[in-house]
């Protein structure tokens, strides 16, 4: 069965930059949210479901295991890095 992706979360302080992307998602019907703060997305990733989580690259190393550990713990759909910090 395949399931469609409505919400999405956007990580990291280059994300901010990336407000084409978010008005791009929103038009697709994606709810968004972007969160520069590593530390609040964990805390939204505890607390809410999303199915797809953008980060920048740029992260640290270890602020991207948190991350990735937090999605398998809390069983998230998927965890996809890519260069955002452009403004693709």
């Not at 409505?6 to 019907?29: I, S």
Request: net charge positive; glycine share 8%.
């Amino acid at each position: 069965m395949r399931v469609a992706l409505t919400t999405v979360l956007m990580v990291g302080k280059g994300m901010r930059r990336a407000p084409h992307l978010e008005r791009y998602l929103k038009g697709k019907g994606w709810d968004s949210q972007v969160e520069a703060s590593i530390g609040q997305a964990l805390s939204m990733i505890e607390n809410l479901r999303f199915d797809l989580i953008l980060s920048c690259v740029k992260l640290e190393h270890s602020a991207k295991l948190q991350l990735i550990s937090s999605l398998v713990e809390t069983g998230s759909s998927l965890f996809f890095s890519m260069a955002l910090e452009y403004g693709c």
